[in-house]
């Protein structure tokens, strides 16, 4: 006999939609079949464990919920502060420096303009003078930099040159190894 109206009865069962005699036709099939009884019994096992009263939730659930979004908001809302101020730094901050490279690189033409405008000319004196120093610095860094540099490119050729000494006394080792064993081969 075939189980497969049986399963559709079962699934009316657990909807609540069966009929008295639709049920005592299926009550009848699943003390006959083993397999429809297991499956039968699933399900009510699964039915009874939906139909469980759910547990009730703390008292302060939703406001411990709901205060810890807020905290989290506040949190993401500090750091998207903290980025924007970072961001305002640093873009000062570069602003500041290509304005002192700009003044370094017309020194001569920020103190004619200060001379100009009637800036007392020991404070505008001064300015230039602050500014030279700042060029003496840069120049000493990039001199310092391109010493680096050159010494960075001399070893990195010393490396390369030292690989390749190890490199090729391994491939005349290894010729030395194979004509050793080719000559005790033939003395064998």
Known sequence: MSCEP???????????????????KLKKHIDEC??????????????????EPLIDPPLAFETEVMKKLENLNLYNKKLKEKRILAAYFISSMLFSILAICIAVI?????????IYINIPLGFASNI???LERIAVFFDIASTFI????SIFVDMLYLL????????????????????????????V
């Open 6 to 24: 049986f399963e559709i009865l079962m699934m009316k069962h657990m909807d609540g939609d069966i009929t008295d005699i639709e049920y005592k």
């Open 128 to 130: 230039y003078g602050l």
């Open 160 to 187: 390369i040159g030292l690989v390749s000494i190890i490199f090729m006394s391994k491939i005349y080792e290894s010729a030395q190894v194979a004509k050793v064993r080719k000559n005790s081969k033939k003395t």
């Open 34 to 51: 083993s397999t429809c009884k297991n499956e039968f019994d699933t399900f009510e096992n699964i039915c009874y464990e939906l139909k």
């Open 146 to 149: 391109f010493y680096l540099n």
């Open 106 to 114: 017309y020194k001569e033409h920020v103190y004619n303009f200060m």
